[in-house]
């Protein structure tokens, strides 16, 4: 009998994992608290000038072409949330009917080991409020890290309410879906006066809901102490540049896999071409964008060492940074929002103040596994981080990276805690047991080609295929620590303790070695786009060079039994 697969979530991460597992034989149930498929790309959480970093070819699965949007001629195939909805709805409505439970929220997920079904969630209908228990033998957790608003205390509702500020506040997830609200928020404010708008945050979240407010002519301000970095250029790039490995290469990844990244990361010519290409990146994408010397749009996080970096593509006239050089939105930075005060007035960090008739949020999420699991099964299966504190000291395995020399402080939350889980994908505690995985709780730039090749890894592990895993809980948990002293070493200046559920662990720029690593891990082969001793950087990735991978897999299975 096929084995019963909870897929907890039906966002990218989800639709693929669920395709992954029906095609190999699981008997698969979805179940997601959204009214439509898609995740953070769900209908309702869509607002107008929502973009992604993505360009079409990149975020889609093999299972399915994307239609190409219309413009991308002119903007090299940007993608719009909208692009990803209908991408999203039509995969499902083609591959998962009938098996996504929507408008359901998960109460409880319990787990009781020797059972034939171990897994007992318990459940409540948003429509009808009703309540019932499942039971499954397997479970996959793709609820993501961009679904739970994480909001600062001193920045709550309550904190407003203790100081008279009776002035609405909206976190940056609910932006969409209750759009008409703040229009009719603004609308209400009385004749002759313009309603403002205070954004908190730097990051693309802020910088879209920015865009959108300012293009429908209204006053917007945003605060912040730094946003986000950016590539840009006046020309959408070629995709020898755009879809291959050659920013891959230019970023150190935890193993040096080719002769070519040992002489760029380990060398000191290397580092100076290294840096020397991301300093001529960012610089051009400053020039492209027309930013003045003095503009605070070069308060930025660095492209090299951060992961908030965002692909704007070309410029455009209805974008955040051209709205900002134009003067259609207000920059306050750098600065931070330390409260609120009576009759609508925010306070900032510098002792100045601004006057707000709304309130947005953008500051950020956080992990949803706390809502799902019961804190003993929680513990059972070591899902949550643990602490590392006392094994700081030790050998530099990376010294030799050149390209790591004076890097930023390190961030004291990196100090304490290490991820629990292997590869992102199996907590460690859980590892033998082959009943829990997780898929989109990787970091990186390239979410489509990762979330495909992880459906293929969990499920491989899923059937007890012959594959390179540590052999004991011991082996498992001395990775994870290796994984999290090279997240210390790569993204210093980051508290990557404060979403475990989209930072277990971050690959970002180096997802093609990553992938190829998963592979490797099923016994397949990698660098799937050529091997040519001279182009290999250039080569173009696409999704479609894992269609085969079920066959490749099943041949592997008949060969080993």
């Known amino acids: ?244 490995r050659m920013l891959s290469i230019l970023s150190p990844h935890i193993n040096q896999r080719t002769r070519l990244e040992r002489f760029l990361h380990t060398t000191w010519l290397g580092a100076k071409i290294v840096h020397g290409n991301w300093n001529g990146i960012i610089a051009g994408s400053f020039k492209a964008m027309k930013i003045p010397a003095d503009s605070p749009l070069r308060l930025t996080y660095s492209a090299f060492w951060n992961i908030h970096t965002n692909d704007e593509g070309v410029p455009r006239d209805d974008g955040f940074h051209a709205l900002v050089n134009s003067g259609k939105i207000k ?41 799902i699991f019961d804190e003993r099964t929680a513990h059972d299966i070591g899902l949550h981080r643990r602490s590392l504190a006392a094994e700081n000291s030790g050998p530099n395995e990376w010294a030799t990276y050149r390209t790591l020399s004076n890097p930023p402080p390190l961030h004291p939350e990196n100090m304490k805690w290490s991820s629990s889980v292997y590869k992102g994908i199996v907590p460690a505690k859980n590892i033998l047991r082959w009943d829990f995985a997780i898929n989109g709780a990787v970091l990186a730039t390239n979410d489509g080609y990762l979330f495909e090749t992880i459906s293929h890894w969990i499920s491989s592990y899923f059937l007890g295929d012959r594959m390179k895993l540590p052999k004991t809980v011991e082996a498992v948990l001395q990775h994870t620590k290796r994984d999290a002293l090279w997240l210390r070493k790569r993204h210093p200046d980051l508290d990557l303790s404060l979403n475990e559920a989209c930072t277990s662990f971050s690959v970002f720029w180096t997802w093609p070695q990553f992938c190829d690593e998963l592979l490797e891990d099923m016994y397949l082969p990698s660098m799937r786009s050529g091997r040519n001793w001279f182009t290999w950087p250039f080569q173009i990735i696409s999704v479609d060079e894992l269609a085969t991978l079920h066959e490749e897999r099943k041949a592997n299975r008949r060969k080993n039994t």
């Open 331 to 371: 920059v306050v930075a750098p600065a931070r929002v330390t409260g609120y005060a009576e009759d609508g007035v925010v306070l900032l960090n510098n002792g100045n103040s601004l006057e707000a008739d709304l309130i947005i949020l953008a500051t950020g999420y956080r992990s949803s596994w706390g809502d």
């Open 1 to 244: 009998m096929p084995s019963s697969v909870l897929v907890l979530g039906a966002g990218a991460a989800g639709l693929i994992t669920a395709h992954t597992l029906l095609a190999d034989g699981f008997d698969v149930c979805l179940i997601t608290r959204d009214h439509t498929p898609g995740g953070q790309w769900a209908k309702e959480r869509l607002y107008p000038g929502l973009k992604l970093n993505n360009v079409h070819g990149e975020f889609r699965f093999s299972p399915l072409k994307m239609a190409a949007p219309p413009d991308s001629a002119t903007t090299g195939g940007r993608l719009t949330g909208h692009d990803m909805q209908n991408y999203m709805q039509e995969f499902a409505d083609k591959f998962l009917k009938d098996k996504i439970i929507f408008d359901t929220e998960v109460l409880r997920v319990h787990r009781e080991d020797g059972e034939e079904n171990p897994w007992t969630v318990s459940v409540r209908n948003l429509n009808t409020n009703s309540s019932q228990t499942l039971r499954f033998s397997k479970m996959v957790l793709c609820t993501g890290g961009t679904s739970k608003a994480k909001i600062p205390e001193y920045l709550s509702s309550a904190a407003a309410d203790k100081v008279h500020f009776r002035r609405p506040i909206i976190h940056s997830a609910q932006f969409g879906a209750r759009l008409n609200e703040i229009m009719n928020i603004v609308a209400s404010k009385s004749s002759g006066s313009s309603a403002s708008v205070v954004v908190v945050g730097g990051g693309k979240s802020a910088q879209d809901i920015c865009a959108h407010l300012a293009s429908e002519g209204i006053q917007v301000t945003i605060v912040y102490e730094k946003t986000d970095a950016f590539t840009a250029g006046e020309h959408p790039l070629p995709d020898f540049v755009r879809k291959s």
